[in-house]
């Protein structure tokens, strides 16, 4: 079993920055691909980032390209979400996520294996 915690959410003005990080326990992740999605209120939850086991190669949803970095550091279990330019929209519970099953990253939510709890997110205009 993989533990996920997240962590590194607050609150913060638009174009300002957050650093998520994601600390897994358990088991290693260096195998995994991990993904973050988002759920804003009432709505579903979206893909926003995903990241191969090496970290050789990166997705990202059309929203957040250009602001949002996804890396990873498997030396300590972790798994990274740099957020700059931030805009209200962007308010949500930001979740980390792996994909235990299979050596691709996916933009689908219930091909991931492993969720955290969550870290809020909240943008002011």
């Known amino acids: 079993q993989v533990q996920l915690a997240e962590s590194g959410g607050g609150l913060v003005q638009a174009g300002g920055s957050l650093r998520l990080s994601c600390v897994a326990s358990g088991r290693t992740i260096s195998s995994y691909p991990m993904g973050w999605f988002r759920q804003a209120p009432g709505k579903d939850r979206d893909f926003v980032a995903a990241?191969?086991?090496?970290?050789?190669?990166?997705r990202y949803g059309d929203s957040v390209k250009g602001r949002f970095t996804i890396s990873r550091d498997n030396a300590k279990n972790t798994v990274f979400l740099q957020m700059n330019s931030l805009k209200p929209e962007d308010t949500a519970v930001y979740y980390c996520?792996?994909?235990?099953?299979?050596?691709?990253?996916?933009?689908?939510?219930?091909?991931?294996?492993?969720w955290g709890q969550g870290t809020q997110v909240t943008v002011s205009s």
């Open positions: 990241i191969t086991s090496s970290g050789g190669t990166t």
């Open positions: 996520a792996a994909r235990a099953l299979s050596f691709i990253t996916s933009t689908l939510q219930e091909r991931y294996d492993y």
